[in-house]
């Protein structure tokens, strides 16, 4: 039998209850995503039968033609029970209620919540929520969040129990060069949870990567079976939210989560070889990377540079966080010296100082220390893309007659061709290569690195964390497969 | 006397050696920066005489028509001793030498860089650099490095061993907010050092607080004596990038900087009440809040949300980072429940769950709280300006006619409304506030809120980790004042 999620994130069709033209109502503003994005059919549904967003409406689920493989719910609590009934009748197998008010308000929430999971059993209902923002896949367009996608499919799984992480996210995702493969919120887990999605996504062939944010597991010996078989063939990262005095209480309000001591979770991610994230910028950091890069197969790191001061803080955090920054061998450093400028340092990191020499800091030198030495993998700062000669441009045109600004026209061009020659050489070798930048999209160079699967961490500490979670992954991977 | 850096900082006059019409050149690049928005006069040198980018240029320092403020230095470094003594002959007294290839490059470039240093002395020049990146005063426009000032000056004064943090940063400042009121680049520290930008930074009224980049101490006694003497009135944050092996030999070759272990900087740190911050993106971060922030009197946080996700990562990174986020009084959740939707927390967080009356969340939450509870400070999560809805509408208008968009003005009008009595309010009370945020300033609100002191940080720890500074650095005053 299909996972009840594979019909929920790939519907063909899909009833929308709670639909509105008024766009100061969230069901107006949820459907818009969907009439957006989705590639599927859309029933709104509308007591009046009056059309809703340019949509024909139906005034009841009883209404409908036929079943639709997903209905969203969108209305006040009461009156999800006798909407879950109609859709029993109509023969509806999925649905997802985005309706908050139950067992996370307390007593009687939690009698509400009881009496849709037994309607949802009786007619063999699986649902995601209530209290939840439904789901997105970028793929099939399918996004019953308030906000955009924006970015292409990707290979990072989300599973969170807080909506926000899967819908305010996405603009972020699209400022980090994320592409995600699903992303569901789980709500109050009332019915389908975070288990049944760890064992859907592990076995999803387009998530590489599942990224998991916790306020309180509910089975937890079913997590650490289902969480034990993925990790070894697909690295798993998590943040846990609950593990404080305070960040209980917030997470029993906000989900209705009993949550534990923060030990015991480190403990269970210990135990099944989950990565923990310390943040939630952390999470998709290392999301991105651990869904696009290869394995690091050593700890040895080489950083090059066209800065010294971000060159040293990257070789400092390699080496507190347990990654090593070895010194390159006599023979690379002067193969590097011929080409370099006199200035540069060679030894690792390899700072070629202030040149904007793209060739050489993109390309050349990579292309020499991975062909010589044994690096696990590279880190590169020091990419100003045509953003920046442009704002200079700008900031000086009303002041200087006849600038021969078409240089900055060769310069654009130069720099995204060294781009292009460092991604065709990325494709053919099989080592993960990390940017770290302070700058983020608005630099075309670097939208165009994100496009093509090469990630850029904004900062120094940031850049190394991902790759120190490549090697994590991978001592999980060696010791777990033994 | 006048401190040497005040010249240096607040030049009438620079004359620039190494100027270049051509665009490929770093000399030509430099002053782009200085002609951009420089307030005082500027005289290339230029050994043909010709004109250099629209400007009259002098054939050498001693054609120029008398002693200028300052001079600049950009020319190979066998070149410089020379142009020294030129300018000592001129009168001129002060100069930043950008020019690279000293003690940081072995035994020939420290003799090289003391023959510099003797003639300065000779002729009671005091110099920046060399290797260095030369100064920053958003003020009079003066700008010797590569990139382009983009935002108004501020509050925090910026002293750095490496020439990127001050200049390859000025675009990521602008996309944070941040305003400086002075970025000094030390290099080689030849001549000029860190403890003197240090004590002068001390006595400067634009800077309110002082971050450092340091990769080795020269002079560790007098900085110990003049850093004691600053954190009791102006907070001091620092990055130290050379206590690990990978980071010292990084350091050595890029501003020859002798480092010492991390232990040691650490104590050194504690002991004259500077804030350690863990990275460069952190530097800044709590530098915004710092130096834009009124004291936190107490370390009882209020977090005001409209999303659960975020508001529980917020109360769990305080209290693990040692803040509390404390019940409020039965009273104030009564008068809370009153104006907040029926499935509102009331506790603390505060969660209007996904309510986007931002009057209520901008304005009316945090009035009552800060009117009624004893608490220290707030953390707000959940503005989505201007930018979310069009993005929205930009999604679907090709897919629904007549959408009736105009309530999108409204909304837009309705959300900056309430960051204007935010800001008024903020105004009249003397406690921070701090914003949590997924999106930078591509969303109008957000830059809103920028622009007038009300920092917006990217994520929750991070948003946390600088409330934790505003308290850390309450009780090194209190402790250094006792």
Not at 106 to 121: C, F, P, S, T, V
Not at 380 to 407: A, C, Q, V, W
Request: proline letters at 6%; a positive charge; aromatic letters at 6%.
């Amino acid at each position: 039998m299909e996972h009840p999620l594979h019909t929920i994130l790939n519907p063909k069709s899909i009833a929308f209850v709670g639909a509105s033209s008024n766009l100061a109502k969230p069901g107006a503003l949820h459907l818009l995503s969907l009439i957006g994005t989705f590639k599927g059919k859309i029933y709104p549904i509308h007591p009046t039968g009056k059309q809703v967003l340019g949509l024909h409406t139906y005034k009841s689920i009883l209404h409908l033609p036929g079943p639709v493989d997903l209905l969203v719910i969108m209305v006040p609590n009461t009156m999800v029970p006798a909407l879950l009934k109609q859709a029993g009748e109509k023969g509806i197998k999925h649905a997802i209620i985005i309706t908050a008010g139950y067992s996370e308000m307390g007593k009687k929430g939690k009698g509400l919540e009881k009496e849709i999971n037994e309607i949802a059993n009786k007619y063999n209902i699986r649902f995601l929520g209530p209290n939840c923002i439904g789901a997105v896949n970028p793929e099939n367009g399918l996004n019953t969040t308030f906000f955009v996608i924006k970015n292409r499919p990707g290979h990072l799984g989300i599973i969170s129990q807080s909506g926000s992480f899967i819908t305010q996210t996405l603009h972020y995702f699209s400022n980090i060069g994320l592409g995600i493969s699903k992303a569901i919120s789980v709500g109050n887990q009332a019915n389908i949870d975070l288990v049944d999605c760890l064992e859907y996504l592990g076995k999803d062939p387009a998530t590489k990567t599942i990224a998991l944010y916790i306020e309180g597991i509910k089975r937890v010996r079913e997590f650490l079976k289902v969480a034990k078989r993925i990790t070894p063939k697909k690295p798993i990262i998590a943040v846990y939210a609950g593990g404080t005095e305070a960040g209980a209480r917030a997470s029993i309000s906000h989900t209705a989560s009993l949550s534990a001591k923060d030990e015991l979770y480190d403990g269970l991610f210990k135990q099944t070889g989950i990565i923990r994230a310390e943040s939630i910028i952390e999470l998709f950091d290392i999301g991105l990377v651990l869904s696009t890069q290869p394995t690091l197969n050593n700890n040895r790191i080489c950083i090059i540079t066209n800065s010294g001061g971000p060159g040293a803080c990257l070789a400092d955090q390699c080496e507190r966080q347990g990654l090593r920054v070895p010194k390159l061998s006599l023979e690379t450093q002067k193969c590097i010296g011929e080409i370099t400028p006199s200035i540069s340092a060679l030894k690792n990191p390899i700072d070629i100082t202030m040149s904007f020499d793209y060739d050489l800091l993109l390309y050349k030198l990579p292309k020499i220390v991975l062909e010589r030495e044994n690096i696990g993998g590279i880190i590169i700062y020091g990419l100003f893309g045509p953003m920046h000669m442009r704002e200079k441009i700008e900031s000086i045109k009303n002041k200087i007659d006849n600038l021969p600004t078409e240089l900055l026209a060769l310069m654009d061009k130069y720099c995204m061709q060294a781009c292009d020659k460092l991604i065709e050489f990325k494709n053919n070798i099989n080592k993960p290569i990390i940017f770290s930048s302070l700058t983020g999209p608005e630099d075309p160079a670097i939208k165009y690195l994100q496009d093509n699967n090469i990630p850029v961490i904004l900062g120094m500490k940031r850049a190394v964390t991902c790759m120190k979670a490549l090697w994590d992954y991978q001592k999980i991977k060696s010791y777990k497969t033994q």
